[in-house]
């Protein structure tokens, strides 16, 4: 509890155990209270550099890496053209299924490697920076302490208060009982003892390594998964394409994305056969066509109408137009054989494949995601 004895005790006990040690040694009040300071500095001088550092290098990757320095369709773009350079199956699923899990694991493998290999130099010169930072921040707020009390006034209470105010918010001292150390009144000794020991961390602390942000409670990659995974991840109930609203509950607004998918791509096929349908909404929704809302279902609903298919269709704003990206049309031949295993169903008959799509290019897939994501 916040007000037990015990824990009050518990919580003070290395703090007391320094000052007890300190004393003992015969050292006088000054060296004691530059000890537990340095000592209380280190533990908030580490979390600082590397929450400063992680905080800096995602706001970096933010200018300076295509993906993340654009809007939500820049980033799907990039994902998009991962996803065919490297041409693993098991990643386009992930996508199309939980295309929240695949963009968390795209940010953090391309932070790792922005971080850790391409930009490893520029990230620990940054790291440096920061280590110079800090200890310009507490040389500065050693030097303001001592000259107000110098100049105004005071005892150990006044200079730690001021001391602690200097560092603004950036970093923190825990509070330390000035009782025990009325009798100070030489503050430049004061400032020369903590300069001393905090001279050992800063050496220290520009020992460290990059290695350790992983091990930070801010972190580059959790810094940009909370700024660019803020958004909308219902999907289109027909295809699986992700909302571009960048608002997570944008209700009454629709749902709406600018290129749907074959409906294959997401198991959809004809009822009572095997044919995977290879239509796009934006076709469906034009169409003379009908469809099932689920799997079980009896009656099918007019794709003119599909919004009264039920809540999750009801939502939806399908513009009917002839938009077919040619990365999906590459995806499907380039992986038809593993879609049909995936879901025990073919591309034949009325989701027969057609030839003019087996004509396009890997590269012409990749070239379309800019000319349509423009």
């Not at 001292?173 to 000035?178: A, F, G, T, V």
């Not at 571009?244 to 959809?268: A, K, L, M």
């Not at 009572?272 to 239509?279: A, D, K, R, S, W």
């Not at 995806?331 to 030839?355: A, M, S, W």
Request: negative net charge; proline residues 3%; charged residues 25%.
């Amino acid at each position: 509890m916040r007000n037990d004895p015990l824990t009050y005790l518990e919580s003070k006990e290395a703090q007391f155990s320094t000052v007890f040690r300190s004393f003992c040694k015969g050292n006088s009040s000054a060296v004691v209270l530059g000890e537990l300071i340095c000592e209380k500095l280190k533990a908030s001088t580490v979390e600082a550099l590397y929450n400063r550092t992680a905080i800096d290098l995602a706001d970096q990757m933010k200018c300076n890496f295509p993906a993340f320095s654009g809007n939500t369709l820049d980033l799907e773009k990039h994902i998009l053209k991962s996803l065919a350079e490297k041409e693993v199956f098991d990643d386009f699923i992930t996508y199309i299924k939980n295309p929240g899990k695949h963009t968390k694991a795209f940010i953090a493998a391309a932070v790792e490697k922005y971080i850790f290999k391409d930009h490893k130099d520029e990230a620990m010169n940054l790291l440096e920076k920061n280590v110079l930072d800090i200890n310009s921040l507490v040389s500065q707020a050693l030097f303001t302490a001592t000259h107000k009390v110098q100049t105004q006034g005071g005892e150990a209470d006044r200079w730690l208060k001021e001391f602690s105010s200097a560092l603004n918010d950036k970093l923190t001292l825990d509070p330390i009982c000035s009782q025990n150390f009325s009798d100070i009144n030489d503050f430049n000794f004061l400032k020369g003892e903590i300069e001393k020991g905090f001279a050992a961390i800063i050496v220290q602390m520009s020992t460290m390594s990059l290695e350790n942000l992983k091990e930070s409670r801010l972190k580059p990659d959790e810094i940009l998964t909370d700024q660019l995974c803020k958004r909308c991840w219902v999907k289109c109930p027909f295809c699986s394409a992700v909302c571009i609203n960048t608002i997570e509950d944008h209700s009454p607004d629709d749902h709406s994305v600018p290129f749907h998918r074959p409906n294959g791509i997401q198991g959809w096929h004809y009822k009572g056969t095997v044919e995977l349908c290879i239509t796009f909404c934006t076709t469906n929704v034009s169409s003379e066509g009908r469809f099932y809302p689920h799997h079980d279902s009896e009656e099918s609903i007019p794709y003119k109408q599909y919004r009264t298919a039920g809540s999750k269709y009801a939502t939806w704003r399908i513009t009917p137009d002839g938009s077919r990206l040619s990365y999906w049309k590459w995806f499907v031949c380039r992986f038809q054989n593993t879609l049909e295993e995936h879901y025990n169903l073919k591309f034949q008959g009325r989701g027969e494949i057609p030839d003019d799509w087996k004509k396009i290019s890997k590269e012409e897939a990749i070239k379309s995601l800019d000319e349509m994501y423009c």
